[in-house]
């Protein structure tokens, strides 16, 4: 039950298109198409953004994009706007010996 | 709109116990899956442990098997995490959480439990 690997930061100017990789095993993100994303604001409870790898729940905008290939998900955010400023968590279900999940070691997003 | 508040956080010495709890209300509560995810003070997310509708079926990490229990009562619209053996690595702010499409989609606010001597 190990952490999902994201990088530690990721930066881009307004306008442009960041992408934030997520990376596990054959027993959760290569396994199952069940990665999910959050947005996380400081002081502020997580935030649902992408589900079943590349669904957006109601309200959120489509510069948010999710993707999967093999062991690894990527969320790509377009038009990079200032409020995306924040710290962006995957998480995906995950079985080896018993049903878990497992989340991501978390990527903090800094506007240039 | 899904609202859940958390309560029953606090400063508890290491060895000790703590039961959270979870009020829900705005969904159908007995329908969903609900889980627990922690995140220590500056770290990141880590779940917890999750339960089935009808409390028949609960799920741990590796890390509080043993040690935490998840229950609910559906007619109180309430979930539980009973914290035994607490540790200072337990440290953290606890999320209740809606389990819906193998995501957590509505979250509380959270509850702080500090674990200290």
């Known amino acids: 039950q190990s952490a999902l690997t994201q990088p530690a930061s990721v930066s881009g100017s307004p306008g442009q298109s960041i992408t934030i990789s997520c990376t596990g095993t054959s027993s959760d993100v290569g396994g199952y198409n069940y990665v999910s994303w959050y947005q996380q604001h400081p002081g502020k409870a997580p935030k649902f953004m992408i589900y079943e790898v590349n669904n957006r729940p109601s309200g959120v905008p489509d510069r948010f994009s999710g993707s999967k290939s093999g062991n690894t998900a990527s969320l790509t955010i377009s038009g990079l706007q200032a409020e995306d400023e924040a710290d962006y968590y995957c998480?995906?279900?995950?079985?080896?010996?018993?049903?878990?999940?497992?989340f991501g070691t978390g990527t903090k997003v800094t506007l240039l | 709109e899904a609202q859940l508040v958390e309560s029953g956080g606090g400063l508890v010495q290491p060895g000790g116990s703590l039961r959270l709890s979870c009020a829900a209300s705005g969904f159908s509560f007995s329908s969903h899956w609900m889980s627990w995810v922690r995140q220590a003070p500056g770290k990141g997310l880590e779940w917890m442990a999750n339960?089935?509708?009808?409390?028949?079926?609960?799920n741990y990490v590796d890390s509080v098997k043993g040690r935490f229990t998840i229950s609910r009562d559906n007619t109180k619209n309430s979930l539980f995490l009973q914290m035994d053996s607490l540790r200072a690595d337990d440290t953290a702010l606890y999320y209740c959480v809606r389990d819906i499409n193998w995501g957590f989609d509505s979250w509380g606010q959270g509850t702080l439990v500090t674990v200290s001597s």
């Open positions: 339960i089935k509708q009808d409390g028949s079926h609960k």
């Open positions: 998480s995906s279900y995950s079985y080896i010996s018993s049903a878990t999940y497992v």
